[in-house]
């Protein structure tokens, strides 16, 4: 059975890996907070004192942190992955990152003897903990193979996407989807407390409908309720929704949509709600 390292135990890192917990060997884990990993540990993981010291004892490591330029000093820092792993190793990075990056990761990988699958997810904090999330694979096929019994663990709608960077650029897909619903979920709300109506009962009503989605279904109520507190981040939001507009942009495509939704945010995160959920865009009125 392979020992299983995990890096990064954010919002949603901490599920996850939770659901691995006993399926394979032995648990590795390691992040920058130390007080997150203490119920993982309670229940059996074993808490490594940096990325090198879970790579020198793990067979497949996984990792979920925060920005791209964590992945860059995770994977290519001298306490990092690439640098400790053993031959053979399997990578699989479930952040939101850069396309490119997980290119060179990919080919990095394969130089020094082991395989690579950019593995982004979504779902929020409820796919997380009900491993339901949804994983979006770029790698080579036979990795994804073999890869797929520990991505099972954690998701459901898991599908390969085709070569390194293809599962960052279905995220960047998935976010662009996300931002300019999230603009007429809000709004939505918005107009129905104006027109004086139960912004509750109009959900029961929506929510089944052609407006159905799951923000609408699970972060509409959350707002409704007053409860900002992040499933996701809005910093990771907005880092993501620049990632998206920067691949546009090489691609010589215009979306203003999405380039209106990341404007909106921004000007939030300059208030201080960075740390809030996406859904914390409903403040953007005022609400």
């Known amino acids: 059975m392979k020992r299983i390292g995990f890096i990064g135990l954010g919002v949603m890192g901490q599920s996850m890996a939770s659901h691995l917990l006993g399926k394979f060997g032995q648990l590795n884990i390691y992040t920058r907070t130390n007080e997150k990993a203490n119920l993982l540990i309670e229940n059996g993981a074993v808490w490594c004192?940096?990325?090198?010291?879970?790579?020198q004892n793990s067979d497949v490591i996984i990792?979920?942190?925060?920005y791209p330029t964590d992945v860059e000093s995770v994977y290519f820092g001298e306490d990092g992955i690439l640098a400790h792993a053993s031959n053979g190793s399997l990578f699989i990075d479930m952040t939101t990152s850069k396309p490119e990056l997980a290119s060179k990761i990919y080919e990095a990988a394969k130089v020094a003897g082991?395989?690579?699958?950019?593995?982004?997810?979504?779902?929020?904090?409820?796919g997380a903990k009900q491993g339901t999330l949804s994983i979006m694979v770029g790698g080579d096929q036979d990795t994804y193979e073999k890869a797929l019994p520990i991505l099972e663990c954690m998701g459901q709608n898991i599908v390969h996407q085709g070569p390194a960077g293809a599962g960052q650029h279905t995220k960047m897909c998935n976010q662009i989807a996300i931002a300019t619903n999230m603009?007429?979920?809000c709004e939505a709300l918005v107009y129905a407390k104006k027109a004086g109506l139960d912004e509750e009962t109009v959900l029961k009503s929506i929510?089944?409908?052609?407006?159905?989605?799951?923000?609408?279904?699970?972060?509409?109520p959350r707002m409704l309720a007053g409860n900002f507190e992040p499933g996701?981040?809005?910093?990771?939001?907005?880092?993501?929704?620049g990632i998206a507009i920067e691949e546009a942009k090489r691609m010589g495509l215009t979306l203003p949509g999405l380039t209106l939704a990341e404007e909106m945010y921004q000007s939030l995160a300059e208030k201080g709600l960075g740390d809030k959920g996406t859904q914390a865009l409903y403040h953007y009125w005022g609400e």
């Not at 996701?232 to 929704?241: P, Q, T, V």
């Open 49 to 55: 004192s940096s990325p090198a010291k879970v790579t």
């Open 63 to 66: 990792t979920m942190v925060g």
């Open 114 to 126: 082991h395989d690579s699958l950019d593995a982004p997810v979504s779902g929020g904090d409820v």
């Open 183 to 185: 603009i007429g979920v």
């Open 207 to 220: 929510t089944g409908g052609a407006a159905g989605s799951w923000s609408l279904s699970n972060l509409a």
């Open 232 to 241: 996701f981040y809005m910093k990771h939001f907005i880092k993501d929704m």
